[in-house]
């Protein structure tokens, strides 16, 4: 099942558009199922989650951490990941930094953008991206390469398509400001409901997880 989807999903995206799988809560099997099936990029939201299954899938993917990334996790983080999508602060980007000069790795990066203004959820405000890329562009072993929403929780997808112009509209300038060392190449967002939307919006990564692999198990 979670093979077949996979596959019908990859024939049916623009050549440009990355399937991005948001793996929490599967088992290392459902996982690999998937990267069989051609999936590239394994998305985990928690350090720990992410260390067990990938000491039995390794390398045969990239590891990128999609969720809210607690400060004291981070050494563990920039270690196991290929690049940290949720980046929403100068103090958690430092540290990402910090971590990475100890081991001579440079970071690859998104700007996680709190498009739907909306006080509970993480990210940074629209109008306060600009600025955080001006300072993180200067931390040498961060690459910024883009950015990320997550956009309002709802049934509708077109809820969420406001939330998708803003970032998209950010995107673009910031891609014309062309701040020494930020790289506007990936724009992650949309989830399984609304990921049609999000690539007519200008999505090049998109994030499944339900759609994939079936509703989420109770953790
Ligand atoms: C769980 C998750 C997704 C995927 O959500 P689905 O609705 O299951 O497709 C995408 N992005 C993030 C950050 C997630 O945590």
């Not at 093979?3 to 088992?27: W, Y």
């Not at 014309?176 to 990921?195: D, F, P, R, W």
Request: glycine share 6%.
């Amino acid at each position: 099942m979670i093979g077949q989807t996979v596959r019908q999903i990859l024939k049916s995206l623009p050549d440009h558009v990355i399937l991005e799988a948001a793996a929490k809560t599967r088992t290392a099997d459902e996982v690999q199922t998937a990267i069989d099936a051609g999936i590239k990029i394994i998305g985990y939201n928690y350090v720990q989650e992410a260390e067990r299954i990938f000491e039995i899938i390794g390398n045969q993917a990239q590891w990128h951490s999609i969720g809210h990334l607690q400060k004291n996790k981070v050494k563990r983080a920039v270690n196991l990941f290929d690049m940290i999508e949720t980046v929403d602060s100068l103090k958690l980007a430092e540290l990402i930094d910090q971590n990475c000069r100890e081991i001579g790795k440079i970071m690859p990066v998104l700007i996680e953008v709190n498009s739907g203004e909306e006080s509970n959820k993480t990210g940074v405000l629209p109008t306060e991206v600009e600025p955080l890329v001006e300072k993180i562009s200067r931390l040498k072993n961060i690459k910024i390469s883009g950015l990320m929403t997550m956009g309002p929780f709802s049934a509708d997808p077109e809820d969420s398509r406001p939330s998708f112009k803003v970032t998209k509209q950010i995107f673009d300038f910031l891609n014309k400001s062309a701040i020494l060392n930020v790289e506007m190449k990936y724009l992650s967002m949309g989830m399984s409901n609304s990921y049609k939307t999000a690539i007519e919006e200008g999505a090049n990564i998109i994030r499944l997880g339900t759609i994939l692999f079936g509703e989420r198990r109770k953790r």
